[in-house]
């Protein structure tokens, strides 16, 4: 047995270790009523610990709740136990001003010599519950955004189309008329004549490649398809039998290509227009071009490297946005877009395109395809 002085010295760290506890704590016995509370119930309540003494522990309920909880507390006292009370539940204290605050409340039944008591752990949750609804609403504002964004999206997806197909068929008439003028001329049409109707068929065919690109660049990310495994070297064999001439360029791929976690239609896209960009821009009769892969965990990197021109450093960025080339459309043929495709599909399924030049000869594009998480563990 412990001295009486150790007694008074237990009780006094006890009541101490109560009163500075951080969580609100009430103490009441078995007939509810509050027989201790610690300054963090005072506070959170806003009452003199005298105002709470020797009262029914319903008197810091709403009114609605109380007669219900009598029956709870008669319940709980026939099994007590450490346990959240009310769960599945929500909870309200009242304060002495008459404000509802949420509550979360942890029971624990400490046995006494005058019988059974309860302490209450008293948490106000009333940020969580804010944060919870200004979710909530956040949530419900997104979902009818994304459900107008949608219509947007289908409705701008049906003008790209529309305004392709109208734009295209006049088009073509005039196209038409052009043969029809130099058929029905013959030889009484003068060279100069069938010069500028030669030109005029090539600006035709330069406007209906535009509207395609445009049509394309409006879709991408909506129409490119489900995402999945992509042979990247099926990919590249298919690309370079149709679009680079194989008595003009020589071209030198890995032995092994990885495959790439993205729509097919998109990483055909992005590889098509590289090749027919270097295609496009080389200056010389014959060129090289080489492919180079690295790969790391999160990341398959293709670096496709050619020995053409190079591109200046004040054009290096400009490249990428729609509509820009490097040499007077008169010159070189083509809508400007091939890179701003590739920039803007790239950025759509999470990676990017890199350019490095020095400007005098030779350009490399570095293309980095973001691989799915879950293949970090196989």
């Not at 690309?239 to 001439?245: A, S």
């Not at 200056?283 to 021109?309: A, L």
Request: hydrophobic share 35%; proline share 5%; aromatic share 8%.
């Amino acid at each position: 047995a412990l001295p009486f002085d150790r007694y008074e010295e237990r009780e006094t760290l006890l009541r101490m270790a109560f009163d500075s506890a951080p969580n609100a704590l009430i103490m009441m016995d078995g007939g509810g009523i509050i027989r201790q509370a610690n300054q963090a119930a005072l506070q959170l309540f806003g009452y003199e610990l005298d105002d709470l003494l020797g009262k029914k522990i319903e008197m810091l309920m709403p009114d609605r709740y109380s007669a219900r909880h009598v029956q709870l507390r008669d319940q709980y006292l026939e099994k007590p136990d450490k346990r959240n009370m009310g769960e599945g539940r929500d909870l309200f204290g009242i304060c002495k001003n008459g404000t509802e605050i949420p509550i979360e409340i942890g029971l624990n039944p400490v046995k006494t010599k005058d019988g059974i008591m309860v302490i209450s752990s008293i948490v106000d949750i009333s940020n969580r519950v804010n944060q919870l609804n200004s979710l909530r609403e956040l949530s419900g504002k997104l979902a009818l955004t994304n459900s107008s964004l949608e219509k947007d999206n289908q409705e701008l997806d049906e003008f790209a189309y529309v305004a392709s197909h109208d734009l295209k068929a006049p088009l073509r008439g005039i196209e038409q008329l052009a043969y029809f003028i130099e058929e029905d001329a013959g030889d009484m049409l003068p060279p100069d004549s069938r010069e500028d109707l030669s030109l005029l068929r090539d600006r035709i065919k330069r406007l209906e490649d535009l509207l395609s690109s445009l049509l394309e660049y409006s879709r991408i990310g909506r129409k490119d398809g489900e995402a999945g495994w992509v042979d990247s070297k099926k990919v590249f064999e298919n690309v370079l039998d149709l679009y680079v001439p194989t008595d003009r360029f020589r071209v030198n791929l890995p032995e092994d290509m990885p495959a790439i976690f993205a729509p097919l239609a998109a990483v055909e896209l992005v590889f098509r227009n590289l090749f027919m960009n270097i295609v496009k821009h080389h200056d010389k009769d014959c060129g090289v071009i080489d492919v180079e892969i690295e790969s790391t965990d999160s990341e398959v990197i293709f670096t496709i490297r050619d020995d053409g021109p190079g591109i200046p450093e004040e054009y290096q960025e400009k490249v990428f946005q729609p509509f820009q080339t490097l040499k007077p459309r008169d010159e070189m043929e083509g809508s400007g877009m091939g890179l701003a495709l590739v920039k803007k599909t790239m950025e759509t399924h999470h990676g990017r395109v890199e350019l490095f030049s020095d400007g005098k000869r030779g350009t490399s594009f570095s293309v980095v395809w973001t691989l799915p998480a879950k293949s970090y563990s196989e």
